[in-house]
């Protein structure tokens, strides 16, 4: 029971949201976003902590003596509660940067976006230890749900309505794919677990009807991840969706299906035909992904948009280790390091949008021009971002690419071979995306102003973005416990 | 049987759509041809149809309708509970494993997170009817 507290905090969090929603004497949102946010970066210490037990003895008998309908259904690994940290530093981060935005622009209902951002947060987290089908599937649409409710947040917008509108048509259209293929799964192996559906399918004669479920199985965790073809609502959801409700959704429930689909896939599926199947659909979709998300973006001229396309090819990169985790001891280890890395920048990015558009209430482009003028924090901040978002060493995100290139190359990418070009497609994209992402610092520092008007930033979106700075930063210290708690773990790669 | 697996889950599938096909495609031939207005009316249980079904409900409909999900997942697990309690009782009272306590807290917390869902709604106003 003790490795789910993280879980527990998230629920405890929301839960405490809906009472403050309907307390008679309305406690302040203010004390609620900053308590409920130092709740959830308390549970990520406690959440890393307990990453760290799960590699010890002590964590393994822990581990040995916990009840069955526990262990059956959650992996109570290293990776589960890697990934149980990022869901909590996602939630905070969120809390932090969302108050401004809920004083300003939201009118009422403002608790209830903070209580299902911590709801969704919960099941992001129990979709990244999850390990049995009904529990995936639980999870996923604990997710879900929570996600179309907050792409509805400012239901009197009507683009907030048409994003939550399209999310939710085009989501359960992509659920119902996957339940589809978990069924056959099932039919095919009468088994639940992820480590029975492997044994079950060990030897021959499962035939084609396997390759094709792991498949359907894909459209479901791909819809989530955004992995091109089913990106489509990517965009139109993150423009109409409200600036923090984008944020969260940018990270949240791509990373949580980004973890599920490196177990599921793994675990479940690791014997040759499907093997084959599952894998050549990852190398397309993440070669397609990542270059059709940098290209569209850089036509952009609307700066939720362009995260968008610029978070699809995120995606693109991240499916790269999720392809060879059978393949290399170190893709998991990368997948991690990446997502951590993704989280401080994206949040990141969208902090510096928020903080923005909540005093200018534009996410156009060009109103961005001469922002170093206008509010130098901002200006440079999105700059460091930039750095990030596009690779370039001491930082973060160079530090995830280049994990996930060291865990292709071991997972065997010799001249000439696919996976090597798959690599060079990478590179040449992390090129591209300097285009946009420095194009809107060269807008900042190069381009004159429309108006001199200083543009103030909050106290709470202010500390978001200072943290998601320091998270960039001190990733390179993180990164070497975060590969040994994997490494050490290893429960999760014997299976 | 020999043959694929699945053979027979084809067979049943083509059968299936040929029959259907074959039946409409008969009843079409045989059948005599005498359209009216009352044969195209909507049936409804006997009810005299008083306009089209395409206009708008009042959104308070479905707000009900998912409340009633808060009962009916309350029932789906309270049910199978209830009924396995007396046996984990008295499993736990002769081995001397877990608290009899546990399940009973356990379903205690699960109702309390219920619970919190439906006063959220009842002090939201989700109950009262609006009318114009």
Redesign the interface.
Known sequence: MVYLIPEFLL?LVG?VG??I??APSRPRLRAYSLVGGLTCFGGAVVAGYLAYLATTDLGAELAATAPGYLTTTLALDPFSRVFAVLSLIVCGLTFLLSKEYLETRMQDHQPELLAVIAFAAAGMSFLGSARELITIWFSIELLSVCGYVLAAFTKDDERSAEAALKYFILGTASSAFMLFGLSYVYGMTGRLDLVGIMEATAGDGI?V?LPTAAVLMLVGFGFKVAMVPFHMWCPDVYEGAPTPVTAFLSVGPKLAALAALARVFSTAFPHEVARVAWEGVLFWGALITMTLGNVVAIKQSNIKRMLAYSSIAHAGYMLVAVLVTLRSDLALSALAIYAFAYVFMNLGAFAVVTSFSNRTGSDALHSYNGLARRSPYLAWAWAFFALTLVGLPPTAGFLGKAYIIMAAWDAGATWNSPMFWLLVVLVLNSAISLAYYMGVAGRMFFKPPAHDDPVPVGGGVGTAIGLCLAGTLLMVLAAGPIIGAIQNGAVFALH | MTG???LQLLIMTVGGILFVAAAMIVSWLLRPNRPSEVKASTYECGEEPVGSAWFQFPAQFYLIALLFVVFEVEAAFLIPWALKLGDFLHHAAAEGVGSPWFVVVEMAIFLA?LI??W??AL??GALEWITE
Do not use: D, T
Request: charged share 10%; no cysteine.
């Open positions: 629920v839960a809906l009472v929603a309907f035939g009807l | 694929h697996p699945y997170i919190l869902g006063v959220y002090r939201k």
